[in-house]
């Protein structure tokens, strides 16, 4: 696997101290994806999708239609006050206690990188198996946990635990807390520390004089509309996103304009970044360069640690990570969500339950190197985690609590999730039997301090504004390296975001919307802030919504009331690219169409025509005209021929500022439901609202090709115009060539796909 040896996870019964043997149809189908593409493509991905969408177990937010189930969830009925201490009387470790731990995961035979964490000093290293580490697993130095030896330790949580996968872990975790853990090392074992010391980096003293007067770089806490940041810009990568982070954010690459301070000693849990392979999602990895060539990035390993306020998140993951005691109860990976997405919700989750501690993250320069197996993943394993894990955040940090004690409040919390669907009742129930798990190893839960997220945020005075300039480090984008200063594109880049960040992009998605969604999100979602995307189907997992094709406009009113104070709103169709930096041109307060477009718009005389279907729609038309207020009415006809005609435009683009949004919703109303096509409903509307003299002439030179979509899309393809069109979007591939072909106009785009 890419981020580690993972693989779905699977629900599985009360365990015994032998795992079940069975056919594990995903697993096969994950192994053998690449053959079965080349057999047939269209038949593997229609597999694929129904896999995703109906695995309730590979699935890590499935959204509030699929948390509503027959049964409804229970909350679990725990006295913490009257829990039984559970000591190890069953290890051959019984007596042994060290305060650092090293926990990993183990599936094959000891790595080199493993032979080296064992000789960190120090540190002892605890391996964790599972169904597939061969039987005889040994490595001099390090204990190791059977599935026999982690059933013997009667911990409550192995009821819940498959057996096939890395979130066993939390067996280990616990046996290290029972074993006198006063720090844990959440690593893998295809990472080396740099240096071969955890302490080069991390911070192990948190409770000394130096350490709590230690003022660290925090981010800033004055915009109170940001939840999560990627730190990979703050050390040097700003083309780089780590897994885990929203793709609507990954177009968010300039640095901070300044920082805060925080003082140190609170910082329980710390997230490392990892050179070599950094963790990074399918979307990244899969997109970034050739198959047979690995990563080898680097960080800037003398940037400044940098920490998170309340109210802002990072991702963070299993595999290099550092956890103070008074974060352990953070360490449980749930089991009810796909591998690849277990550690990111837990992440998320606890940091949101630090702030109920006082304590922080932070996030630190490279700390390991993981080598790059050239070992990818089928983006349907990530699907869910792409599309949900925004709204998660958004819940997260709105998220209160009335309870007093912190258990409490994670059982709250962890109930809440179930309920909203970001996991299952079966996380729910794991998480009450951790938390017993945890008191019955002697950790005693940390005390609850005053949260700062409801307190009025201060400005900060120039005083208290650090300023940190990160380095701009090598990349790879597509095969092609980079170096060289790019400030010309960033400002560009800022420029048109700062410009269309309150325009409501509409999309219209005819093609296959689970193939290519949250592509259109990731492309357009860089300039536009709010990307709506609608189709004949609705999909709640992709926050896809239902319009009927031919009468979508009578859906836009919707859209209109819900961002009431958007400066405008801009309609696209797949079947046309947008090339918004030449959209700057465009005047915002008036109305844009492709009215001077002969092969988009056109009036069509009805004398002599027999046209069934044109009849239909005139006399429709006319009948909404009699019906229309004076103003547009009058405004309709002077814009109107006088003889019988029809005026059709195919709307592929066109754009509703917001001052017209009041005309175009009455016009709605007066359709009513008389079934004008899109077609002709469209430019009735625009000729009624002004004077096509008036129109803002940006979108006449768009480029429109009536012939079949060519072979080679680069023959009529220009930078040069706010628009081409016809297009075709079906897969990932399609997408990369767009992209090639759009870096004329974005160079970034190039560093993004």
């Known amino acids: ?37 080349v057999i047939s493509l269209l038949i593997v991905t229609v597999a694929v999708v129904f896999f995703v969408r109906n695995d309730a177990v590979s699935i890590l937010y499935s959204g509030k239609s699929r948390s509503k189930s027959l049964k409804p969830i229970q909350f679990p009925k725990i006295s913490f006050s009257s829990i039984p201490p559970n000591s190890d009387k069953s290890s051959p470790f019984a007596t042994f206690r060290s305060e650092r731990w090293i926990v990993v995961s183990v599936s094959n035979y000891p790595s080199d990188s493993l032979r080296s964490l064992v000789k960190i000093k120090g540190w002892q290293v605890l391996a964790v198996g599972n169904s597939r580490t061969p039987a005889n697993w040994e490595l001099k130095g390090a204990i190791f946990l059977s599935l026999e030896q982690q059933a013997k330790l009667e911990f409550r949580i192995l009821e819940y635990l498959p057996y096939d996968s890395y979130v066993r872990k939390s067996v280990g975790y616990l046996f290290a807390i029972q074993h006198g853990a006063k720090m844990i090392f959440d690593a893998d074992d295809r990472g080396e520390v740099i240096d071969w010391e955890v302490g080069k980096r991390f911070d192990l003293d948190l409770f000394g004089v130096d350490a709590m007067q230690e003022r660290i770089l925090q981010y800033n806490r004055e915009n109170p509309n940001r939840t999560v940041v990627n730190p990979y810009i703050h050390f040097g990568q700003r083309s780089v996103w780590p897994r885990g982070l929203p793709l609507e954010n990954v177009g968010e690459i300039v640095h901070e304009e300044y920082y805060n301070e925080v003082f140190g000693g609170m910082q329980f849990i710390q997230q490392g970044i ?6 990074v999602d399918s979307v990244f990895y899969l997109t970034r360069k050739l198959d047979s060539e690995a990563f080898d990035m680097s960080f800037d390993e003398h940037a400044l640690k940098v920490a998170l306020p309340q109210g802002v998140m990072v991702p963070l993951n299993s595999f290099n990570t550092l956890f103070h005691s008074n974060a352990f109860w953070g360490l449980m990976l749930p089991v009810s969500v796909s591998s690849m997405a277990s ?52 819940y997260l940090v709105s998220w209160r609590s009335g309870k007093h004690r912190l258990f409490e409040k994670i059982m709250e919390l962890s109930y809440s999730l179930a309920k909203e669907g970001f996991w299952t009742e079966r996380d729910v129930k794991f998480t009450g039997a951790w938390l017993q798990d945890l008191l019955a190893v002697g950790y005693q839960q940390p005390r609850l301090m005053a949260l700062e997220l409801d307190r009025p945020r201060a400005s900060s005075g120039d005083a208290d504004r650090k300023e940190f300039i990160p380095r701009k480090l090598p990349s790879v984008h597509l095969a092609v390296e980079e170096s060289g200063a790019v400030n010309y594109e960033i400002g560009n880049l800022i420029r048109w975001r700062k410009s269309f960040s309150n325009v409501v992009l509409i999309l219209f998605v005819s093609g296959p919307v689970e193939r290519t969604a949250l592509e259109w999100r990731l492309l357009y979602g860089r300039i536009f802030k709010t990307v ?73 005389s009805l004398i002599g025509n027999n046209s069934v279907w044109f009849s239909k729609q005139a006399k429709m038309v006319k009948k909404v005209v009699n019906t229309m207020p004076v103003h547009l009415q009058v405004g309709y006809k002077e814009s109107s021929t006088s003889e019988p005609s029809l005026t059709i435009c195919s709307s592929e683009v066109f754009y509703i500022p917001q001052s017209f949004v009041g005309d175009f919703v009455d016009l709605v109303g007066l359709v009513g439901n008389a079934k004008i096509h899109h077609k002709v409903a469209l430019p009735m509307f625009f000729m009624a609202m002004d004077s096509p003299l008036n129109f803002d002439s940006l979108l006449n030179t768009m480029i429109y090709n009536t012939e079949a979509l060519s072979s080679n899309p680069s023959d009529y393809y220009s930078a040069k115009v706010a628009a081409v069109h016809p297009w075709s979007i079906s897969s990932e591939p399609d997408f990369i060539k767009l992209i090639r072909l759009m870096a004329a106009g974005d160079p970034l785009l190039m560093e993004l796909f």
Request: hydrophobic fraction near 40%; avoid cysteine.
């Open 532 to 604: 709506v995307i609608l189709s004949a189907k609705s999909d709640v997992d992709l926050a896809v919504e239902e319009a009927h094709p031919d009468q979508v406009y009578k859906y836009l009113p919707k859209i209109f009331e819900r961002f009431s104070s958007a400066e405008g709103f801009l309609f696209l169709q797949d079947n046309t690219i947008l090339n918004y930096w030449n959209l700057m041109q465009g005047d915002k307060t008036k109305l844009w169409i492709t009215d001077k477009v002969p092969q988009s718009w056109t009036t069509i």
């Open 343 to 394: 550690d990111v919700l837990r992440g998320y989750w606890a940091q949101r339950l630090l702030w109920e501690v006082g304590g922080f993250v932070v996030v630190y320069p490279p700390t390991i190197y993981r080598k790059d197996e050239i070992e990818a993943y089928p983006f349907s394993e990530e699907k869910d985690l792409h599309v949900n894990v925004g709204r998660l955040i958004k």
């Open 274 to 279: 990892s050179n070599g392979l950094p963790d």
């Open 1 to 37: 696997m890419l981020v580690q040896d993972r693989k779905i996870i699977k629900p599985s019964k009360t365990q015994s101290t032998k795992p079940q043997e069975h056919f594990n149809f995903s697993t096969w189908v994950s192994s053998n994806f690449p053959k079965i593409i």
